[in-house]
């Protein structure tokens, strides 16, 4: 994969660099469950990577447009989870990042926040990406499970060709069989050579889709090996989705790191990157 290997283009939204050598953390809940919550969580996951030292993106989504069941909870609305993110950006300090799940949504999304998600599931649909570019804000998309790493030269070329110099590239698994995802970590390297910085979707990674017949379960247990593995390989950032109350949470409780886990976590992170930083320097 040497050949044809492209700088990677860093940048910083607000207080974040993505790149540059640094590993910054995006984390939050899956979706704005209300506004009481989502301040808790931001003023909560925003402390404890200031004290671990990384910088950090503070992440939920005003809509869950690809649940399981009709009866899952989606969300409360545009509307709604705009307001609660821009006070979340106000009140902390902190970029934030939600989903667009549409070309409609995606100028009055852009208005608020930091940096535009593009969806795994449409990380193939051409005019939302370009209309994501277009916007001069972030965007990060997720890789599709149903996607090979080297497939996602052709989601930075599309973004790249509609002006978007701001590009993320998330690995978030691949389905194995039914049911079940595993993570490839030559994705990483793969999709760096690309000229991206790459962050790592591990919670979603440890998704089991549909598991539970109208939900999806998950494998919260491997959260902090995973993580340290991809860490460990040179991701430029690691994406958790974190809550207070898995067992309660209205979306995607099944795999997401319990808050009192998270510092903990930071830590270790920060040691790993540290070590792979200072060895990559060498080389």
């Known amino acids: 994969m040497n050949e044809g290997t492209k700088e990677i283009r860093s940048f910083k939204i607000g207080g974040a660099t993505f790149g540059d050598g640094r590993l910054t953390v995006i984390a939050g809940p899956c979706v704005v469950e209300s506004r009481e919550h989502s301040l808790k969580m931001a003023s909560e996951c925003s402390a404890a990577a200031r004290r671990v030292g990384l910088d950090y993106v503070f992440k939920a989504s005003f809509d869950k447009a690809n649940r399981s069941s009709y009866k899952s909870f989606r969300g409360r609305g545009m509307e709604y989870g705009l307001e609660v993110l821009q006070e979340v950006k106000e009140t902390y300090g902190v970029p934030v990042l939600t989903d667009v799940h549409t070309v409609a949504q995606v100028e009055p999304v852009a208005e608020v926040v930091d940096i535009l998600q593009i969806p795994a599931f ?112 040179g991701v430029d950032a690691v994406f958790l989705e974190i809550h207070d109350n898995p067992s309660g949470a209205l979306s995607d409780g099944a795999n997401a790191l319990p808050l009192a886990r998270f510092e903990s976590l930071l830590e270790t992170l920060r040691d790993i990157h540290e070590v792979a930083v200072r060895r990559h320097d060498r080389l």
């Not at 389905?175 to 979603?204: E, K, Q």
């Open 122 to 233: 449409l990380s193939r649909q051409t005019d939302l990406i370009e209309a994501a570019a277009r916007t001069g804000r972030a965007v990060n998309v997720k890789k599709g499970q149903f996607l090979a790493p080297s497939d996602a030269r052709n989601i930075v070329e599309k973004a790249r060709h509609a002006g978007c110099e701001k590009l993320l590239l998330t690995e978030r698994g691949a389905s194995f069989g039914y049911n079940n995802l595993v993570v490839d970590m030559r994705s990483f390297p793969i999709m760096r050579s690309f000229g991206a910085p790459v962050v790592f979707d591990v919670t979603h990674s440890l998704q089991l889709p549909g598991a539970l017949g109208d939900a999806t379960g998950g494998q919260p247990e491997f959260i902090e090996p995973l993580a340290r593995a991809g860490v460990a390989c």
